[in-house]
């Protein structure tokens, strides 16, 4: 098997280990729902964490530096930092991140998961336009709900996993550092 094929299993395994931490946060619709007491609590947009994962090992930085500041209450006291939560936050333009899972542990390698609330629905086409990934035309796949397209740049892999049910919406951004070796700091 090719070293991209191998990457792509570890990737799908990521992803199924991810639902299986998170399942509340992913496995409904009802679940993605914003809920009324989620108010903005930060400038961020969802549009950044898209961004900044593309930019490298300082665009992870800054990305990880604001989900620890959303959720400080809900990390772990290793270093790095561990969360995993499903408390609701609002940002600026309105999206709410439903749950947050970062492992900085997963096979020697960051990875952040953002679990994207259902309403209102933050756009496949808007992410994928701001990742700079041409989506794929409706039907060109196998049709199954919650497929997923992803980006390679300066070290760094993003996933955009669309909704189960809305494919228009957004489900998750996840995204890694390519580098099999331990972050500085990672014990």
Same mark, same amino acid.
């Given at each position: 098997? *090719?070293?991209?094929?191998?990457?792509?299993?570890?990737?799908?395994?990521?992803?199924?280990?991810?639902?299986?931490?998170?399942?509340?946060?992913?496995?409904?619709?009802?679940?993605?729902? $914003?809920?009324?007491?989620?108010?903005?609590?930060?400038?961020?947009?969802?549009?950044?964490?898209?961004?900044?994962?593309? #930019? @490298?090992? *300082?665009?992870?930085? &800054?990305?990880?530096?604001?989900?620890?500041?959303?959720?400080?209450? &809900?990390? $772990? *006291?290793?270093?790095?930092?561990?969360?995993?939560? %499903?408390?609701?936050?609002?940002?600026?333009?309105?999206?709410?991140?439903? @749950?947050? &899972?970062?492992?900085? #542990?997963?096979?020697?390698?960051?990875?952040?998961?953002?679990?994207?609330?259902? &309403?209102? !629905?933050?756009?496949?086409? #808007?992410?994928?336009?701001?990742? @700079?990934?041409?989506?794929?035309?409706?039907?060109?796949?196998?049709?199954?709900?919650? %497929?997923?397209?992803?980006?390679? %740049?300066?070290?760094?892999?993003?996933?955009? $996993?669309?909704?189960? *049910?809305?494919?228009? !919406?957004?489900?998750?951004?996840?995204?890694?550092?390519?580098?099999?070796?331990?972050?500085?700091?990672?014990?």
């Amino acid at each position: 098997m *090719s070293n991209a094929g191998v990457f792509r299993k570890e990737v799908a395994t990521l992803a199924v280990a991810m639902a299986l931490l998170m399942p509340a946060a992913c496995s409904t619709a009802p679940a993605r729902s $914003t809920p009324k007491h989620a108010t903005p609590t930060s400038a961020t947009r969802m549009d950044d964490f898209v961004r900044w994962a593309l #930019q @490298g090992p *300082s665009g992870y930085d &800054q990305a990880l530096a604001e989900l620890m500041r959303l959720y400080r209450a &809900q990390a $772990t *006291s290793q270093d790095p930092s561990n969360v995993y939560a %499903r408390n609701p936050i609002r940002l600026a333009d309105h999206f709410v991140i439903a @749950g947050v &899972q970062i492992d900085n #542990q997963y096979w020697y390698r960051p990875v952040v998961a953002i679990t994207v609330a259902g &309403q209102p !629905c933050y756009p496949m086409a #808007q992410a994928a336009a701001v990742a @700079g990934i041409e989506l794929p035309p409706p039907g060109s796949d196998t049709g199954s709900p919650g %497929r997923s397209v992803s980006a390679r %740049r300066n070290d760094m892999e993003l996933t955009l $996993t669309e909704s189960r *049910s809305d494919p228009r !919406c957004v489900e998750d951004i996840s995204f890694l550092h390519l580098k099999t070796e331990r972050r500085a700091g990672a014990k």
